[in-house]
Nanobody, 121 residues
């Protein structure tokens, strides 16, 4: 069974930085796209950034120029570097990946459990 485990969340002041990590574990053959999503209190989950297996990236307009997504395929890990954080970035951040693993017939979408990021003003 594949699991995604996020780390790196916490409390930071506005203007500060955090780096989130998400590592996939299990008997994994391949990972296609990976991404970060977030859900603020009372709001729907929204896309933050995605990265393909070929390292093409896509960002929400609200984080362009401040956040950077990257991945280390050897470690089955995706990162989210968050700079110039704003109070409106406060949310639970979830990682997501399309994984081909042992016993899977095709790529399946897997979600992490989430990590809380709180930005104080």
């Amino acid at each position: 069974q594949v699991q995604l485990v996020e780390s790196g969340g916490g409390l930071v002041q506005a203007g500060g930085s955090l780096r989130l990590s998400c590592a996939a574990s299990g008997i994994i053959f391949s990972i296609n796209a990976m991404g970060w999503y977030r859900q603020a209190p009372g709001k729907e989950r929204e896309l933050v950034a995605t990265i393909t297996s070929g390292d093409s990236t896509n960002y929400a307009d609200s984080v362009k120029g401040r956040f950077t997504i990257s991945r280390d395929n050897a470690k089955n890990t995706v990162y989210l570097q968050m700079n110039s954080l704003k109070p409106e970035d406060t949310a639970v951040y979830y990682c997501n990946a399309y994984v081909l693993a042992r016993w899977y017939q095709s790529y399946l979408e897997v979600w992490g459990q989430g990590t809380l990021v709180t930005v104080s003003s």
